[in-house]
C-alpha cells in the first residue's frame, strides 16, 4: 500500500493539515458566495468548530494571509489553498462502472466547478452504451484505453461490484491512471507508484449505526 | 458537533479500534465466502496490511477468539464483531433525496445484507413521486414523519442539496432520527444527542487529486 508522504510535508505542512484544507476551503468558498471579503480565525474557529488557535496555526502555513487584527483575506486564502490542492487547473478523469452510484458521481456539479472534468463513463453492460450522461455517451469498457491516452488520464472513480474491481484497477493502472477513486467494496492492491482514495459505504454506515445504538447506552 | 464517547470505550476498547472494526467485519465476510473457517493473526495481517501485532491487540479486545497456534475462529470472530456493530439485528432507516445519489443508496444491497431495512424514500419533486425503488415508492417530504414515527426511525441518510440540508435535517431531529448519514456539502450542527457521519465526496476527490499530483513532484 502507497503510504501518503506529499511534498507538503516535505515544505514542513503535515499530513494533519494538508487532509483539512479541503474543507477550509469549503467554508472559504461559503464565504464568498455569502460576499464576505474577510474573517477574523476566531470568527472562522466558530463556523468549523476549530480552536482559533488550530485555525492560526494551519493556516500560517501559508503565510502572509492573515493579518493581526484584519482577518483573512478570504478570495485569496481561497485561491492559494485551491493552489495546493491543484484544483486551480483542470483534471480531466474518467468514471468505470454506470450504475446508480456511477451516474450520481458523472452528475455532481461539484467536481467540475473543483476543475474534476469528466471524459468518459464506462460499463461492461452492451444495454447501456450510447445512453447520455451530461454531454458524453457511456462507452465500453474496451474503449477506455484510447481515453485515457488521449486525455493524459490520471483519476479514474470505481464504481463496479467488488468482484471485478480488481482486475479492472490492474488495467486502468497499466493504461497509465495513478489514482484510483474507489468505491467497490474492496482494498485494492496498487503499486507504490498509484494512489487509492477509499471510500466505503457500507463501512461508514455501520459507524454511524454503532455510534447511534451503543453510544448512549 | 457530538463528541463521540462509545460504550466500548468504556469498556476499555478504544475509538481507534472502532474505527477499524468494520474492516475487520468485511474481511472476515471475504474469509466466509471463501470457506475459511480459521485464520492466523499474521495471515490476516498479510491480508489487511496491518502488522500482526496490532491485529492480535486489537482482538484481543473481545477474548476468546484466538488461541495460540490455531489463529482466529472466523466465524465466532465474524459474529462477535457485528454484534458489538450491532449488525446482528434490524435497523430501519430512510432517504431523503431521491437524486441519483439516494436512489444508490437505495439499490445498495450490501446495506440490507447488514441489518439496514429501507422504510422510504423522500423527495420534494413531485415528479418522482410514486416511482418505484425496489419495493418502495418514492413519497413527498410531508409524509417522513409519520413513517419514521410508524417504525422508530433513528437512521437517515441526507441526499439533498446543500442549501435545504440544514432545515430537513432539523426537522428529521424534531421527529426523532438522531442518527444522520450526511451526503450533503455541508457540516450539520446538531444538538449533543444527534449523531452525524459525513461522507463529503468532493473532498475526498480533492485528496486524492492533491496526493496524485502533489506527491512525486
Known amino acids: 500500500m502507497t503510504i501518503y508522504e506529499g511534498t507538503m510535508e516535505k515544505k514542513g505542512i503535515s499530513q494533519a493539515v494538508i487532509q483539512r484544507l479541503p474543507r477550509y ?79 450520481a458521481l458523472a452528475n455532481y456539479t461539484n467536481f467540475r466547478k473543483r476543475g474534476f472534468v469528466l471524459r468518459g463513463i464506462f460499463d461492461s453492460n452492451p444495454k447501456l452504451w450510447g445512453e447520455k450522461v451530461g454531454d458524453l455517451k457511456i462507452s465500453p469498457m474496451e474503449e477506455i484505453e484510447s481515453v485515457v491516452k488521449q486525455y493524459h488520464i490520471r483519476l479514474a472513480a470505481i464504481c463496479i461490484p467488488k468482484d471485478v474491481a480488481v482486475p479492472v484497477a490492474e488495467k486502468l493502472i497499466s493504461y497509465g491512471i495513478d489514482g484510483l477513486w474507489n468505491f467497490a467494496h474492496v482494498d485494492l492492491e496498487v503499486p507504490d507508484h498509484v494512489v487509492t482514495e477509499n471510500v466505503h459505504l457500507s463501512e461508514s454506515l455501520m459507524r454511524l449505526s454503532y455510534r447511534v445504538f451503543e453510544e448512549r447506552s
Not at 25 to 45: A, T, V
Not at 69 to 88: F, R
Open 25 to 103: 476551503y469549503r467554508y472559504l468558498e461559503d464565504l464568498m458566495d455569502q460576499n464576505i471579503d474577510r474573517i477574523s480565525s476566531s470568527e472562522l474557529s466558530k463556523r468549523m468548530h476549530l480552536t482559533a488557535s488550530q485555525i492560526r496555526q494551519d493556516l500560517n502555513n501559508f503565510g502572509g494571509f492573515g493579518q493581526q487584527g484584519y482577518g483573512y483575506n478570504v478570495k485569496n486564502l481561497h485561491e492559494e489553498i485551491g493552489k495546493i490542492l491543484n484544483i486551480d487547473r483542470e483534471h480531466p478523469m474518467i468514471i468505470v462502472g454506470a450504475g446508480h452510484l456511477g451516474i
